[in-house]
């Protein structure tokens, strides 16, 4: 079974995610070479994020949701929506998406599909993050600047936009899009945790969250 038919188009409760702990991972290998200089590998081409949605539980109503989340998940064997609070947006995060935030592409005439991605950095040492899961609502496309109607194109699963027949972008034409987006994750255990005793002392269960590749 594929990883996108164990997805569910569902997001993990807001007033929790917004108060969770984490973010990106990366996999290096660091060898030391008898020179005292390193030879340095990178493991993985797209960072992974890591979250402890346990730090956004504040109350036992919070607590409860989680719980009913995670059974309908069935633990880790689904994966879900999740809001990362530090970042989820195109842009920056106290800026509202715009049409000209990501380049997603230039059109050379023939073809239709670009993939919605977010750049941190500049020039050739950007970092290029694929982005999966865009909230449809908040898509902004342009083409060559102008901003392109929602009819003339389709989001896909994997988080493609697709042109329709006599929509495709021209030659040198620039792509770009502004957005909203999750971040596609399950839970990082198969059972949870719970103390009503301790809740109400003011300790917060742990509830790991890891990213998952779409």
């Known amino acids: 079974m594929s990883e996108l038919a164990n997805f569910h188009d569902v997001r993990f409760p807001l007033a929790v995610s917004f108060g969770a ?16 200089r390193e030879k340095r590998n990178a493991r993985f081409s ?14 036992l109503e919070d607590l409860h ?19 990362d609070p530090f970042d989820m947006k195109s842009c920056r995060p106290e800026e509202t998406p715009s049409l000209r ?13 670009f993939r919605l991605v977010k750049r941190y950095g500049t020039s050739k040492d950007a970092y290029v993050r694929l982005i999966p899961k865009p909230v449809a609502s908040s898509l902004k ?8 109607a929602s009819a003339v194109f389709s989001l896909e699963a994997s ?33 949870m945790s719970m103390s009503l005793t301790a809740f109400k002392a003011g ?5 790991p969250l890891v990213e998952v590749l779409l």
């Open 21 to 36: 702990t984490g973010g990106p991972e990366r996999r290096n290998e660091i060898v030391s070479l008898t020179s005292g």
């Open 46 to 59: 797209q960072s992974r994020r890591h979250y402890d949605a346990g730090t956004g539980v504040r109350t």
């Open 65 to 83: 949701d989680v719980l009913v989340f995670f059974e309908a998940r069935r633990g880790s064997l689904h994966a879900f929506r999740f809001r």
């Open 101 to 113: 935030d990501q380049l997603l592409g230039r059109g050379d005439g023939t073809t239709s599909r």
């Open 141 to 148: 496309v342009a083409v060559g600047g102008v901003e392109v």
């Open 159 to 191: 988080g493609e936009i697709v042109f329709k027949e006599g929509a495709v972008p021209a030659l040198e034409a620039e792509v770009t899009a502004g957005y909203e987006f999750d971040v596609p994750v399950r839970f990082d255990a198969e059972r």
């Open 203 to 207: 300790q917060i269960p742990s509830i």
